[in-house]
Nanobody, 123 residues
Framework: QVQLVESGGGLVRAGGSLRLSCEAS????????MAWFRQAPGKEREFVAA????????YSADSVKGRFTISRDNAKNTVYLQIDSLKPEDTAVYYC????????????????WGQGTQVTVSS
């Protein structure tokens, strides 16, 4: 099983940017589809972005298109989420997820999860 550790969260003003990182250990990331999800207080965990094992295909939720960019560096066993033009409604815990098969965009479609990193956006 791959272990995932997120970093890069923090407190930022609206309009600012952050880059989240997800570093893997235990397995090489190059054989995994990867995704980012987020969960705000009192809300369900929602899909944010995903990337194929090769990095050739990326997918984003409509709510973040044009502002969030997912990428990966398999040589560093790391996946990134660049977040620009942050809004207060982006405040959430952001989770990295992995799975050997790209089955879909639901949280049940990914078998490995990190602990999450908090992103807080002030207005």
């Amino acid at each position: 099983q791959v272990q995932l550790v997120e970093s890069g969260g923090g407190l930022v003003r609206a309009g600012g940017s952050l880059r989240l990182s997800c570093e893997a250990s235990g397995r090489t990331l190059s054989s995994y589809a990867m995704a980012w999800f987020r969960q705000a207080p009192g809300k369900e965990r929602e899909f944010v972005a995903a990337i194929s094992w090769s990095g050739d295909s990326t997918y984003s939720a409509d709510s973040v298109k044009g502002r969030f960019t997912i990428s990966r560096d398999n040589a560093k066993n790391t996946v990134y989420l660049q977040i620009d033009s942050l809004k207060p409604e982006d405040t959430a815990v952001y989770y990295c997820a992995a799975d050997r098969q790209f089955k879909g965009f639901g949280y049940r479609d990914f078998g490995s999860w990190g602990q999450g990193t908090q992103v807080t956006v002030s207005s």
